[in-house]
């Protein structure tokens, strides 16, 4: 009998699918341009309002811009606040709800705050600081602002006609958008907005972040690392700091890892944050824990250790009674509660084929939040006594248009049989024929494919090919000890993962044995060259912003302290370094044509990586080529090189799987 009812369950999804999708036009690169990117939600103080930001693209500027809405809980007002050619981004209200702040450049020159009546009408320039402002927060009774300033370019002294020589003495001197690094540090500065007046809170050779003020407003927590080289560690601790000039700094934790997102309790009793699992120096094999401790950094308790997952965006209950987070659990994110009297846990909501973050208190038991799945990117949803009511809809008017991909979960054994997950998309619910095929990796490696809106997984699904995305060993979302698995080993067992997938999917008649790819992007592209010099399978590839060379890359990017940590220095290990370089010392085993690409401004993995795996095949003969984008980092900005890339993904498979 529950045979019987899951059969017929399934049937009515498809048969709905089906008519959904009808009389649309499949998912197309320059379709990219028609989604909306709707992010940074706020709660105006009384409840009734949700302010955000919500970019699209601008074609004469070839850039997104985006503006601030403002959506009213009962769902029946969406309101346009700020409008034109420049973005405003990082909305916050006032303490008292009558205005609404956010951040623009919208003067031609620095970022600054400005400020608008929530009614509407224009914006007036709030803040004048030098220096790059990249956060804030009220102070409760609404008379200052702590800001987020980095130290000005030159010492905030006019630009020099030549520019100057780049002085480099760091041990971490280089990071992806940010460049070479020197000493220009992110602080903490207090501004009075009545007396326009700005005092420094906080100084030192060290970055201060997430500050967010006591309900009282006498002290501020942030974030910082105050190690003697905060370059060598993840050691970033939890600080309080009292709210005038020369206010006195506390320390709160003293855990080894790292201590992040502080959150006041309402009531100012207690203070909740996210904890890494392991105090070592630097380890990215970890998941961070839901702790929560007195105000004074007493009485300091872990709260979803025992989960084994991590835990995210937590946010307190207006009554300070319960702190609610989100958990990465096998391709999906559910709701979580934690009573603080109690101790009690409960699942608010189980995010079935779906994904969830921003968590805000509207009321007891009632919360905003942003909901995606395969079939919907980013809106913002009521959730109600464990149940979700949609609130905006900016997806609406392009999703109505185009055909997307059915998407449903999967599982498969590995050679050494381990179970592994994954997400396949085909073109339609019905997969009655096999179909070329895609493999494309994710990368991290310790992130998770969900059951999220997947851009780039529904165009080549629509292009016609099965895709799947497999939550290889050194994924998060299965515990700890599957997410460390790949410690110092790499390309070993997620090759295996990646394989077993391939090898069910093709047991199932759904891939076409005879014209399988493969791709990914960053550590998914590093996976792209280890498989295809394990597996000669694969009739096309797509490497973007790799590496192979592993033994090369060690201080040409930004991964330093974890090679340190994680394999010692190479002039000791070189033997460590070399087996990890197996794509390229054996590149003469490849025989699939690859197309690599990279963004010529990425320190993360910087385009030598795929130059050297580029050079190895030329030299043997195998079709390949390099396509490189001029100013993009490691994640593109510029729309036309995001279409230009899916375009060429298309194209690249088409010649070799059609």
């Not at 409760?140 to 130290?151: C, G, N, R, T, Y």
């Not at 540090?185 to 906080?202: M, P, S, V």
């Not at 997969?431 to 969900?450: A, M, R, S, W």
Request: hydrophobic residues 35%.
């Amino acid at each position: 009998m529950n045979k019987i009812v899951l059969l017929l369950i399934t049937a009515i999804f498809i048969t709905n699918y089906s008519i959904a999708q009808q009389g649309k036009q499949p998912f197309k690169p320059t379709d990219l341009n028609l989604i909306p990117a709707l992010s940074n939600p706020a709660l105006s103080p009384d409840g009734k309002w949700i302010a955000y930001e919500l970019s699209e693209l601008d074609t004469a500027k070839n850039a997104r811009v985006s503006h601030l809405w403002m959506q009213s809980w009962d769902g029946k007002e969406d309101i346009e606040l700020t409008h034109g050619q420049e973005s405003a981004s990082a909305p916050k209200w006032s303490p008292d709800g009558k205005f609404l702040s956010f951040l623009s450049d919208r003067e031609g020159g620095s970022t600054q705050v400005w400020l608008m009546d929530r009614r509407g009408g224009e914006g007036k320039k709030l803040t004048a600081v030098k220096g790059e402002l990249s956060d804030y927060a009220w102070s409760p009774d609404a008379s200052k602002l702590v800001l987020l300033i980095e130290d000005p370019e030159n010492g905030g002294k006019e630009e020099p006609k030549t520019a100057p020589v780049i002085k480099i003495d760091r041990y971490h001197y280089k990071q992806d958008i940010e460049g070479y690094l020197q000493h220009r540090h992110t602080h903490l500065y207090l501004y009075d907005i009545a007396g326009k007046k700005l005092d420094t809170l906080t100084t030192g050779d060290m970055d201060d972040a997430q500050p967010v003020w006591s309900p009282d407003g006498q002290r501020i927590a942030y974030v910082s690392n105050h190690t003697a080289d905060p370059d060598r560690n993840d050691n970033s601790d939890i600080f309080t700091v009292e709210a005038k000039k020369g206010g006195k700094i506390t320390q709160l934790t003293i855990w080894k890892g790292h201590d992040i997102n502080p959150i006041w309790s309402p009531d100012g009793k207690y203070i909740a944050y996210l904890r890494s699992t392991n105090d070592f120096d630097y380890y990215i094999y970890q998941h961070d824990v839901l702790c929560v401790m007195d105000a004074d950094g007493n009485n300091n308790k872990t709260i979803t250790m025992q989960t084994d997952r991590p835990a995210s965006n937590a946010a307190w209950s207006r009554d300070s009674k319960n702190i609610t987070y989100l958990i990465s659990d096998d391709r999906i994110r559910y709701i979580a509660q934690y009573n603080i009297d109690d101790g009690s846990i409960a699942k608010i909501n189980d995010g079935k084929e779906c994904s969830f973050s921003n968590l805000i208190s509207q009321s007891a038991g009632n919360w905003v939040v942003e909901m995606t799945n395969p079939y919907l990117p980013a809106e913002l949803f009521a959730l109600e006594n464990g149940q979700l009511r949609r609130l905006t809809f900016h997806q609406q008017e392009w999703l109505s248009k185009v055909k997307l991909a059915h998407v449903r979960g999967f599982q498969s054994k590995s050679s050494d049989g381990t179970l592994v997950s994954g997400i396949l998309y085909t073109p339609d619910s019905l997969v009655n024929k096999k179909l070329p095929f895609i493999l494309y990796i994710h990368g991290g490696p310790t992130d998770q494919d969900e059951f999220a809106f997947d851009d780039i997984r529904q165009i080549l699904a629509s292009g016609g090919y099965a895709v799947a995305a497999v939550n290889y060993r050194g994924s998060t979302g299965r515990g700890l000890n599957y997410t460390k698995a790949i410690y110092a080993d790499w390309g070993n067992k997620e090759v295996k993962d990646l394989l077993g997938a391939v090898d069910e999917l093709v047991k199932e008649g759904i891939a076409d044995p005879a014209h399988l790819g493969i791709g990914g992007w960053s550590y998914g592209s590093i996976l792209t060259d280890y498989t295809i010099a394990s597996d000669t399978r694969f009739k096309a590839a797509i490497a973007g912003s790799g590496s192979a060379l592993q033994l090369s890359i060690y201080g040409s990017d930004q991964w330093v302290a974890q090679y340190d940590n994680e394999l010692g220095v190479p002039w000791k290990n070189a033997d460590k370094y070399i087996k990890l370089s197996y794509p390229f010392f054996h590149a003469d085993r490849i025989k699939t044509p690859v197309m690599f690409m990279s963004g010529l401004k990425d320190f993360n993995v910087p385009t030598a990586g795929g130059e050297q795996m580029y050079q190895a095949l030329k030299s043997q003969g195998i079709d390949t080529q390099m396509i490189l984008y001029p100013g993009q980092f490691h994640e593109f900005t510029t729309p036309s090189y995001q279409v230009d890339r899916m375009q060429r993904y298309l194209d690249w498979y088409g010649k070799y799987l059609r």
